[in-house]
C-alpha cells in the first residue's frame, strides 16, 4: 500500500494519493519513491491481511520520505 499526503491550509496532512494498493513490496517502494518529491510526505507499507474474514495483521513500513502522520 502506497499513501502520500500534502499539507492542506491548516498546516494539517491530508491524504491526496491513496491508500494505493500495489502488486509487489518492490512496486510501493518504486511508487512511494517517485511521489516523495511531489508531495509533502509518503509512506510504503504491507501487511497480511485476510479481508474475506476481516483479519489484517499488524503493517510493516517499508519506505517514509518526508512527513507523515502517525499511522494506527
Not at 510526505?41 to 510493516?60: H, K
Amino acid at each position: 500500500m502506497v499513501t502520500a499526503f500534502d499539507r492542506d491550509e491548516s498546516g494539517d496532512l491530508q491524504p491526496v494519493f491513496g491508500p494505493a494498493e500495489q502488486q509487489t513490496e518492490d512496486r510501493a517502494i518504486r511508487t512511494a519513491r517517485g511521489l516523495a518529491g511531489k508531495h509533502a510526505g509518503v509512506i510504503a507499507w504491507s501487511r497480511e491481511a485476510n479481508p474475506a474474514l476481516g483479519e489484517y495483521g499488524e503493517p510493516t513500513t517499508l519506505f517514509v520520505g518526508g512527513d507523515v502522520p502517525d499511522m494506527e
